[in-house]
């Protein structure tokens, strides 16, 4: 079975700490993202990336950065957590870019991310 | 601008019931549509996929159809559970050089016994 583990379920963190949110894949995936999902609104696309060490804007890169060291990890980073940034944070990945057939994105379970 | 619209926004059914959940369009150009399944504190998982030459699609009690010409599809549940209470998220990729895919806000679904 397919695997995309996100370290955390639940996070509460204050206003101006630095935030890491860790994904795994175990698929030998090529391409990773990051999204944040809100109420009311489809996913939005915060970073991605393609292959080691490379990485895209999405289209909400602000207040975020991103890490990818290692193929199978690919970390969120949030330098000064705001609260605007409490959300729920889903991390996927996949074999192709969308464009191509074989675009499925398997996600991760989320982690709720809270900032007081 | 490229947009996906869902609706209805929640619906509630009772089990064994029929449904459907509608999706528009105006990603340009299309490359292909998704339907996820999202249960409650879950990542979204893959229903079905559809491409532009396909009309209709099955998986299960899910059937996806889709209309390039208008830009729309649906996602019919048949006989419904209690497991299918979720939100269906319409997930559309367009065919540029860059990587473009846009999401739907979702239809949360309640299928009450």
């Known amino acids: 079975d397919v695997k995309v583990t996100q370290s955390s379920r639940y996070l509460v963190k204050r206003t101006g700490e630095k935030v890491f949110l860790e994904c795994v894949q175990d698929?030998?995936?090529?391409?990773m993202f990051w999204y944040r999902q809100d109420p009311g609104l489809g996913l939005r696309l915060i970073y991605f990336?393609?292959?080691?060490?490379?990485?895209e804007k999405g289209d909400i890169p602000e207040g975020y950065s991103v890490s990818r060291e290692k193929k199978e990890r690919f970390s969120l980073i949030l330098e000064s957590a705001s609260t605007n940034q409490t959300s729920m944070y889903l991390c996927a990945s996949s074999l192709s870019l969308p464009g191509h057939l074989n675009t499925e994105a398997f996600f991760g379970q989320g982690t709720r991310l809270t900032v007081v | 601008k490229n947009q996906v619209e869902q609706s209805p926004q929640s619906l509630i059914i009772l089990e064994g019931k029929n449904c459907t959940l509608q999706?528009?369009?105006?990603?340009?150009?299309?490359?292909?549509l998704r339907w996820y399944k999202q249960d409650t504190g879950r990542g979204p998982v893959s229903l079905t996929i559809m491409t532009f030459s396909e009309n209709t699609k099955s998986n299960g009690r899910y059937t996806a159809t889709l209309d390039a010409d208008t830009k729309q599809s649906s996602l019919h549940i048949t006989a419904s559970q209690l497991s299918d209470s979720a939100s269906y998220i319409c997930?559309?990729?367009?065919?540029?050089?860059?990587?473009?895919?846009?999401f739907g806000a979702g239809t949360r679904l309640f299928v009450k016994a």
């Open positions: 990336s393609y292959d080691v060490k490379m990485k």
């Open positions: 698929m030998d995936h090529e391409n």
């Open positions: 997930v559309v990729s367009a065919n540029t050089g860059g990587f473009k895919t846009i």
């Open positions: 999706c528009n369009y105006t990603v340009s150009p299309f490359s292909n």
